[in-house]
């Protein structure tokens, strides 16, 4: 199964809201993922365990994963957009 | 009001595992949740605070004997342990008025939009718990629950307001549109403006650091596991230990600040379905109005300049905590002082010379408010039957977001029961605050 991480400064409150809702949208869905929250610094460890990195921040560096926004989930604003985006790269 | 407490005291025996899974699975029915999902989210909850009880307990087991060596071999009594956030939080939340500041700030902050006098719409319902930690704050200086709801709903506007304020610098260092940062840690920035101003004005300090070179090479330091080995090998050899049992003692620490945050996102796990339904309930009571979406603090995550500086105060407030008088607080979970460096790097526009500066120069602040919080969230924990906590230690959190608001406005409280010297805090609050509002329109301008 493919793995989604999602990032924040503490791994704890916001990269958890983003992941619970795109866990939830994609169940919704009916794709299968696993969608995990990490902390933000000790992305290094965790970039290389995963399928598709969600960022809450803009990346200064290039990672060897496909990066989508994370803002989107958080405000709903081009947040369709970016499900498809994940959708299609988990296909 | 004899029934009343009567209840509260029948919530409060049945320990917040109980309890506020209770309350979780009945307001998860109420934003019409299906009964399953409500029920795992309310279960999920209890999990949190068992699993974080555990872990204290777990982290006390070792720290206490190695506190008591730390006192025998170097005379340093410390006896406030610095948990860092997030047991704070869960302790926060098992006060038992705390769910009433959730209407509270969907409230303020609707009737504020709708009046214009915010425009920013805060959707960011985790830290909510901010605005409990406050008022427990309160309670505990005036003995009110209402005064602590009014302090809660004064820290709402004032989030609000900066949150506003700041937000065209907070788009300029993370270079996300549409978005502002109402978080509570961002008002430790309304004491710091004046003492930048005057740094602003020495020359030879507006140096460039090249901050993402210097990220990735003490970055490391910052992780969790790393840091929490650091400062328990120091704590070990400090305490006269052997070096092995001084390694042990670091290995340990850094599980006990590895498995914190593990444990801590349970509590979102569960929090954030009504998180997200009382975030679209909000936005849809305003259709086609524009706004900033107010959202947590990790946005500004990504600016290497913040993790420079956190890193960097570890050691000062390490040093400042066996040196300053009447400090009580031993620091560790909360070493890497976010809730310092997130001011810091929007106050300076992220200039490392000043953050680092002004961070030495405020250290202290942290530590004299986590020692005078420490009796308070201890004597909550124990009396909600949250965590066990050794007789002659005490729970406290080394890096709370905004020491300085939380002091005065719990001194100022006590206004009620006749105690008026919280008047001069207040005043001195109003100056900094009016200096702060000029200083942002005139940045605002520019930006």
């Known amino acids: ?91 | 009001m004899e029934l009343l407490q009567s209840i509260v005291n029948a919530v409060l025996g049945l320990g917040s595992q109980v309890f506020l899974p209770v309350v979780m699975i009945l307001v998860g029915l109420l934003v019409k949740m299906k009964f399953k999902d409500a029920f795992s989210a309310g279960l999920t909850l209890g999990v949190a605070f068992v699993g974080m009880g555990a872990i204290i307990g777990f982290m006390f087991g070792f720290i206490s004997p190695a506190a008591e060596a730390l006192v025998n071999n170097t005379g340093i009594q410390l006896t406030a342990i610095d948990v860092g956030w997030s047991p704070l939080a869960s302790i926060a939340w098992a006060w038992p008025y705390a769910f009433i500041l959730f209407p509270i700030q969907i409230i303020v902050n609707m009737v504020m939009i709708a009046l214009n006098k915010t425009n920013t719409l805060n959707v960011d319902l985790w830290n909510v718990w901010n605005k409990i930690l406050t008022a427990v704050m309160v309670v505990a200086v005036s003995g009110s629950v209402v005064a602590a709801m009014v302090v809660g709903t004064i820290q709402v506007v004032f989030e609000l307001w900066n949150a506003d304020l700041t937000q065209k610098q907070v788009q300029k260092t993370t270079g996300i549109p549409g978005v502002s940062v109402p978080h509570s840690m961002m008002m430790f920035a309304v004491v710091l403006n004046p003492f930048n101003k005057i740094l602003e004005k020495i020359p030879g300090l507006n140096i460039d650091v090249d901050a993402q070179t210097l990220k990735d090479k003490i970055g490391v330091f910052a992780e969790n596991h790393v840091m929490g080995f650091i400062i328990g090998t120091l704590i070990g050899f400090a305490a006269g230990y052997a070096p092995v049992a001084a390694v042990n003692l670091g290995i340990s620490t850094g599980t006990a600040l590895t498995l914190f945050p593990m444990v801590a996102k349970l509590f979102m796990v569960a929090l954030s379905p009504i998180s997200d339904a009382a975030g679209e309930f909000m936005k849809s009571k305003f259709p086609g109005r524009e706004f900033y979406i107010g959202l947590d603090w990790p946005i500004l995550a990504g600016s290497p300049e913040l993790w420079v500086t956190a890193v960097l105060l570890v050691p000062v407030m390490l040093v400042f905590a066996l040196i300053l008088p009447g400090n009580n607080v031993l620091p560790m979970g909360g070493i890497v002082n976010i809730c310092l460096v997130a001011p810091l790097l929007i106050i300076t526009g992220g200039n490392i010379v000043r953050m680092v500066i002004l961070g030495v120069m405020s250290t202290p602040i942290f530590l004299y408010v986590g020692t005078l919080l420490a009796p308070t969230i201890t004597d909550l924990a124990r009396t909600t039957g949250t965590y066990d906590v050794p007789a002659g230690q005490m729970i406290s959190w080394a890096g709370m977001e905004m020491p300085v608001f939380r002091y005065v406005f719990s001194q100022a409280s006590d206004i009620i029961n006749g105690n008026f010297v919280g008047l001069i805090f207040l005043a001195v609050w109003g100056g900094l605050w009016f200096l702060y509002v000029k200083e942002w329109n005139a940045r605002n301008k520019e930006l």
Do not use: W
């Not at chain 1, 704890?12 to 995990?36: C, G, H, I, P, W």
């Not at chain 1, 809450?56 to 970016?82: C, H, Q, R, S, W």
């Open chain 1, 1 to 91: 199964m493919k793995r989604v991480i999602v990032a924040c400064g503490s791994g704890v409150a916001t990269s958890q809201m983003v992941a619970s809702k795109v866990a939830r949208l994609l169940k919704e869905k009916r794709v299968n993922a696993v969608v995990d929250a990490v902390d933000i610094k000790s992305i290094a460890t965790h970039i290389k365990q995963c399928d598709v990195y969600i960022a809450i921040t803009a990346p200064t560096v290039d990672y060897p994963v496909p990066v989508l926004n994370g803002i989107a989930f958080l405000t709903g604003m081009g947040m369709d957009k970016e499900l498809d985006k994940l959708i299609n790269l988990l296909k």
